[in-house]
């Protein structure tokens, strides 16, 4: 299964947040990423400014864009946005563009998904300052950054000659769009011939393969106007499978022909320009990626003549492959590489030409097989764990990568140049002895990019351990420095879950998401996550969920996800547990062997006899989906359970709960170091505490105090894991699906307890109107071509809105329909519209 960054995009987005009833107190956090390095995850797009050296950004499909530095590094950006659960989707970036004319200005086109996964328009996203801060412009449809074909499209152009008009070919049938101004307002181009007819799976009923495609590119001929006069010639390229699929303007866009002479038995992936030369280089394949394609051609065209040339490098047998990536040397004309969009086996291909495409040269040849040329010499020193072994057992060693879409030379440096993989970005700095010796140095370049989808995270000694999307997980020996391997022995794409035991934390289980191809799916550990044994208790094809270890590690529940749940001891064969529903959360007692938790819909389950069997014992209010179930670690039937309904409280084995005053909604929920010694455990939530995001509460639940803030809100709440830190007071670790893992620790001052929130101000929201929203979640990777979507109503209960009128404090809601209280923010914050229901003050 290809690396592919894994999405399970819970789209919380739709769900209406609470107003705020009194704002909760907040203490400033530090938050970092633990460095997984490399990326993790499908780089779809790297573009460089023509104009400005060194200046370079890298989109991602589900973790935001990036900005290139001098030292080869990264910085994230979209941090200037909070990405709460109204701005989840900027994290698919289905476009980029950087403006030729004044190189400070950044176009992101972002949104997740154009099916149902995704309920919220796309917006363009504006930056005048190189990334660092954004004006969202709303687009009146949706946009697919972790759509089919996203590495295909670079669908965002600004104009070389008059930068305040933008080109962006929309997907799923929504055609192409022009603004004039900066990308502040949009409007169809309503003579442009098409809107593209093809779809990867016009079967598919989940409606993510079945979306058309779309706009693939716009490619403005800069050489045909002059600067200040919107240039007349515009290439576009289109998904139409076997008709016309590159369109050209000559008038700047008024009218529209097809470019004649085009071939169009495939999909055209780029329409590279080559000014000097002026020639437009396009690559082709017969599927849309970014995982498919097997055969493929390019083709360069040559628009002073209007003559079409087949310049593909590879033929008959050798070309099993359609092409993605195209780049050309600006300061070399006629040099110009091309990428096989996957070679699966022996590994990826790139191909080079220094005479405009009329001979190639391949970056790796057959010796006498199965030796293997590798005009390269390659360096994963800054992600170790992507390197040889390591990559993907299910495919072998691709060095080179797959998913190549995204191929660039540095415009003003011919011997730096970086391409985008379905894992990580890779590159080097002496590209020019391709030419001469015919070996250049590749390395792993996405140092500072953190895409991975974080399934679970625990820290039940001094090292933190990870479930990850796509790249397994980790031990994390260091949290500044990259791990040196993945989860192996067994290896899957995929951990869903982890969890140790509470009297030998040393003792760990982990489960995967795949099916036999990929192993048994059950795997333990007894030094800390560092080597693995595969459980074959375990059967084959039986996958994901979640998983709980006994406390003294002798036998493993697991909630799964195919077979319901399940109980093995002493590594015996699984048998099914009846008694408790397949929905269940599920968790260990940390210190009794014989007790196992379970929570679904509104009950609580225990078992007292090493998860043979379980009753419910108690109702968890109105709670219709319990999220996760944490015990204390050294006091038995000490329990905590976060639900759709708030956090609720039982010291009995769960006998009786208290519901924690405030918290209308929970999700991740962890226990860390307590303050002081004699005081509970720091408990951390992601919650709704009159608005959503990240609490800790310091004295058992009482209080909260925010942790989060405008530029942290780690996307979608329910999307997200936490653990806590056992040996550091206020530490947290917050793994994202998309972003990676995030820790934090307090950096400001705790406010005193009585400035949080109090259970009289918020349990009173007397006159409630309930609104129902369905929200979709997509929980499998979507490499798999059977991505399972599940669908689940939440409903969130909205109070009255109170009817002051006095300044709004950090965080209140400051307007949204049916909203009478206050419209002015405390000083230094503004009133920010997140949706037609909620506005909200956010620090401006
Ligand atoms: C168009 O391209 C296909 C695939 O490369 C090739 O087989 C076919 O001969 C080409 N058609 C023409 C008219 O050149
Ligand atoms: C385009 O055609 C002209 C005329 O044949 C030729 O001189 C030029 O080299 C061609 N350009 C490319 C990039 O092939
Ligand atoms: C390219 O250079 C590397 C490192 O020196 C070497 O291992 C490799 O064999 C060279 N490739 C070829 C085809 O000579
Ligand atoms: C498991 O599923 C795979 C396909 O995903 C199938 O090829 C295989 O036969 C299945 N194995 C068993 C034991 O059912
Ligand atoms: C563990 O729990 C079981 C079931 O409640 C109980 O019988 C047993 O005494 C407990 N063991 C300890 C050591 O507390």
Redesign the pocket.
Known sequence: MPISAYRKLSLFAAVLAAPLVNAVASQTYTWKNVKIGGGGGFVPGIVFNPSQKGLAYARTDIGGAYKLNADDTWTPLLYVLSFRYTTWNYWGVAALATDPVTPSRLYLACGGYTNSFDPNNGNILISTDSGSTFTPSKLPFKVGGNMPGRGMVQRLAIDPNSNGILYFGAGAGNGLWKSTNFGQTWAKVTSFPSVGTYAPDPTDSSGYNSELIGIAWVTFDSTSGTSGTATPRIFVGVANLGSTNIFVSNDAGSTWSAVAGQNTTYLPHKGVLSPKEKALYVSYSNGAGPYDGTLGSVFKYNISTSVWTDITPVTGSDLYFGFGGVAVDLQKPGTIMVAALNSWWPDGQIYRSTDSGATWSPFWAWGNYPDINKYYSYSDTLAPWLGIGTVDTTLGDLQIGWMMEALVIDPFDSNHWLYGTGATIQGGHNLLNWDSTHNVSLSSLADGIEETSVQALIKPGANLISAVGDIGGFFHASLTAPPAAEFMNPKWSTTADLDYAGNSPLNIVRIGTG???QGLQVALSSDGGQTWNQDYGAA??VSGGKVALSANADTVLWRSSTNGVLRSQYTNAFTAVPSLPSTAAIASDKLNNSIFYGAASSSFYLSTDGGVTFSVKSTLGSSTSPFKVIVNPTVSGDVWVSSDAGLFHSTNFGSSFTAIPGISQAWAIALGAPKSSGSYYAIFAAANIGGVGYFRSDDGGVNWIRIDDVAHGFGSASSNCLTGDFSTYGRVYIGTNGRGIFYGDASGTAPPPSTTVSSTTTSKSSSSTSSTTTTTSKSSSISSSSSSKSTTTSSTTTSSAPTSTGTVPAFGQCGGQGWTGGTVCVAGYTCTFSNTFYSQCIAS
């Open positions: 099916d036999s191809t084959a094809n």
